[in-house]
């Protein structure tokens, strides 16, 4: 494999094109007409614009990229995450276009793309599932009948898609034929097709995945799990590896559980089992993501691989390096989301211009990101400006080394969730390692951002008028010499 296209964009293009580069493959972006100045633009070899900003006339145009891919002698295609990352129908183009696509299969993707076909699949390995309906709901007085029988609450899901789109949590009889329907209603703008299951509400349970990895000769092992109940609209904020509630027997449960997953539709290349897991620690099938995941990071952080280099030997037909006995856990990861949106506004997306952007440096701190200082926020995508991992010996040193990294980072110009970081990092719930995905609905206050943000504006202030008054006062009373020698005085004092 000499040449890689990214059908992707962003941090995750650049963080494939790096890995590429160290491997000594040539590597091909792809770019709508609003990220025609983007990092990884830059970065790549060689650069195609596809079309306009929307996703829809750019970056989901299977055929489009398909033809750059031809044009340039490209000999896989690596899709990231998103977009049309988790479409079969693009890998089986791809295939048939006789270029490798580094990933799972076509048929791997339809299996586990529908939820539905996803719990038949996992069914004959025994893997603990949340009670629910096998099949889709066509019949709603049936289905009322099985909420009864399984007890409310209940979670009306989309079989197919993800993100918390098609989702409906129903509390009792009377609401649930309404919220089916806006459930179906959802399902069908967002992903093309309606059907929806149900199964029991789980109400404050832990969000934990495991990563796995399979080569085209059989061989699965799970590189452990990651924590990632910190969210927001079901869309994750905080994720950390290993999980703070774990005990060694179910995590080697939930591991074995996790291959056998990937078995169930013989799955090749990366990808995430992910489970819920109730406060008596009993863990449930919930989904697999058949892809490479935004919280992959800390994953290489704890066991020392690089997945992107796996993913890309794997499509190659190579086998895997190592088997389960040889994979352990060294020490403790931890991720935040970086994202332009404002913690004190509900998590809503902001937009303009980055005026300042500085990393946090550091034994122990990375960065995947894709932006810097001039740069625009696009309305066009993910929110997403970066993610900022720790790693430490410890879980406490990483936190440690979380705040103290958040601290260090300067980005001005747009509100981002760095501000929550650090509520997160500091909170007793998330230290004791004692929360659940309801942590911002329990925890979190827009107005606590707020009331530190007006401590800090007030010092700075103060701070401020101080100088301003030495400064002053110095002025008037002594010569010129005097000033000048007193004004170099005061600003060693403000470097030291």
Avoid at 18 to 23: I, Q, S, V
Avoid at 37 to 51: N, Q, T
Avoid at 77 to 102: C, D, R
Wanted: hydrophobic share 40%.
């Amino acid at each position: 494999m000499k040449k890689i296209l990214i059908a992707n964009r962003g941090e995750i293009a650049l963080r494939v094109m790096r890995t590429a580069k160290e491997m000594g493959i040539k590597t091909v972006a792809v770019f709508s007409e609003a990220d025609r100045k983007a990092l990884h633009v830059r970065y790549a070899d060689e650069a195609v614009c596809i079309g306009p900003a929307a996703s829809s006339q750019s970056y989901l145009k299977m055929d489009t990229i398909i033809d750059v891919a031809k044009k340039l002698g490209v000999d896989g295609i690596h899709p990231g995450y998103g977009f049309l990352s988790e479409n079969a129908e693009f890998a089986q183009k791809v295939k048939e276009a006789g270029i490798t696509f580094i990933g799972p299969t076509a048929d791997a993707m339809r299996v586990m793309g529908s939820k539905l076909g996803a719990k038949n699949a996992v069914e004959k390995f025994n893997v603990p599932m949340v009670p629910g309906t096998k099949d889709a709901i066509k019949d709603i007085d049936a289905a009322k009948k099985v909420a009864a029988q399984i007890g409310y609450p209940v979670l009306i899901k989309a079989s197919a898609g993800g993100g918390g789109k098609g989702m409906r949590v129903v509390e009792k009889e009377s609401e649930f034929e309404e919220q089916i329907i806006l459930a179906q209603n959802e399902a069908r703008s967002a992903f093309g097709d309606d059907a929806v299951f149900i199964e029991k509400y789980v109400a404050a349970p832990r969000h934990i995945e495991f990563q796995i990895l399979g080569d085209n000769f059989g061989n699965v092992v799970h590189l452990f799990e990651r924590e990632c109940s910190i969210q927001r609209r079901h869309q994750k904020l905080v994720e950390e590896a290993p999980s703070s509630c774990l005990t060694p027997e179910i995590r080697v449960k939930m591991g074995e559980a996790a291959v056998n997953v990937a078995k169930a539709c013989n799955y090749t290349g990366a990808g995430t089992v992910e489970f819920l897991v109730d406060e008596n620690l009993n863990f449930y099938f919930l989904e697999m993501n058949t892809r490479l995941q935004v919280e992959h990071p800390v994953t290489e952080q704890i066991v020392g691989l690089d997945l992107v280099k796996e993913q890309i030997r794997i499509a190659r037909g190579e086998k895997l390096g190592c088997s389960q006995d040889d994979l352990k856990i060294h020490g403790h990861a931890i991720e935040l989301r970086v994202c332009a949106e404002d913690p004190s506004n509900n998590f809503l997306p902001d937009t303009g211009t980055i005026k300042t952007y500085q990393l946090p440096q550091g034994y122990g701190v990375r960065v995947d990101d894709s932006f810097e200082a001039g740069m625009e926020i696009p309305i066009h995508y993910d929110p997403m400006i970066a993610k900022l991992i720790t790693f430490g010996a410890t879980r406490e040193e990483a936190i440690n080394r979380m705040i103290r990294a958040i601290d260090d980072y300067h980005l001005t110009g747009i509100e981002t969730t760095l501000s929550f970081g650090t509520f997160a990092m500091k909170h007793e719930a998330f230290v004791s390692g004692k929360f659940d995905t309801k942590f911002i609905d329990k925890y979190f206050k827009p107005e606590l951002l707020k009331q530190k943000n007006d401590i800090n504006e007030i010092a700075a202030i103060a701070v401020s008028s101080v100088f301003y008054n030495q400064e002053k006062t110095t002025a008037s009373t002594s010569d010129s010499y005097h000033q000048n020698s007193n004004e170099s005085k005061w600003k060693q004092n403000r470097k030291a």
